[in-house]
T-cell receptor, first 120, second 108 residues
Framework: QVQLVESGGGVVQPGRSLRLSCAAS????????MHWVRQAPGKGLEWVAV????????YYTDSVKGRFTISRDNSKNTLYLQMDSLRPEDTAMFYC?????????????WGQGTLITVSS | EIVLTQSPGTLSLSPGERATLSCRAS???????LAWYQQKPGQAPRLLIY???NRATGIPDRFSGSGSGTDFTLTISRLEPEDFAVYYC?????????FGQGAKLEIK
């Protein structure tokens, strides 16, 4: 069965960096676009970024452009999110989600999430 | 960026009743690439509907989606106790793949 397991969350000071990982199993990882979606405490869902199945294309929401970088290692079935220059407003639960072979997709499978708290 | 506006923000109904949730887009959603998700406290979202009207695998047939262009609807025909949750619409016709602000379905 499809499994997505995020890790790397924690408490970090404003301006610092953090890298999230999402380990995938149960499907052909290299055949699917992968996404990060976040949810601030008590708030709604916000799409963050997508990377194409072969890693050649990336798209971001405006609020993280230039600060976050999505990447993947298809040999390790792992998705990453490098987050630099973190701000308090980045505090959220971060979910990885499997898209379709196309970057334009709905999210059928989600991980359980990893919590990022940006605070001094 | 396509802005999705869900209404009502909160819907109070009783089990057995019919629920209708609306999602309006600020511009036409390409190819009706509109999905609906259910989220319960402490859980990841669950896909209900994709392509505006296609039920995801394992979703009961009391859930149905309809609409096109800028106006979409999620209908739950007869509410079960486990259906009380927050519901989100999402468009994936073009980046950024935006979500609505969410609609809470609560027990009356």
């Amino acid at each position: 069965q499809v499994q997505l397991v995020e890790s790397g969350g924690g408490v970090v000071q404003p301006g610092r960096s953090l890298r999230l990982s999402c380990a995938a199993s149960g499907f052909s990882f290299s055949g699917y676009a992968m996404h990060w979606v976040r949810q601030a405490p008590g708030k709604g869902l916000e799409w963050v970024a997508v990377i194409s199945s072969d890693g050649s294309n990336e798209y971001y929401t405006d609020s993280v452009k230039g600060r976050f970088t999505i990447s993947r290692d298809n040999s390790k079935n792992t998705l990453y999110l490098q987050m630099d220059s973190l701000r308090p407003e980045d505090t959220a639960m971060f979910y990885c989600a499997r898209g379709s072979p196309s970057t334009a997709s709905y999210f059928q499978y989600w991980g359980q999430g990893t919590l990022i708290t940006v605070s001094s | 960026e396509i802005v999705l506006t869900q209404s009502p923000g909160t819907l109070s109904l009783s089990p057995g009743e019919r629920a209708t949730l609306s999602c309006r887009a600020s511009q036409s959603v390409s190819s009706n690439y509109l999905a609906w998700y259910q989220q319960k406290p402490g859980q990841a979202p669950r896909l209900l509907i994709y392509g505006a009207s296609n039920r995801a695998t394992g979703i009961p047939d009391r859930f149905s989606g309809s609409g096109s262009g800028t106006d979409f609807t999620l209908t739950i025909s007869r509410l079960e106790p486990e259906d009380f949750a927050v519901y989100y619409c999402q468009q994936y016709g073009g980046s950024p793949y935006t979500f609505g602000q969410g609609a809470k379905l609560e027990i009356k």
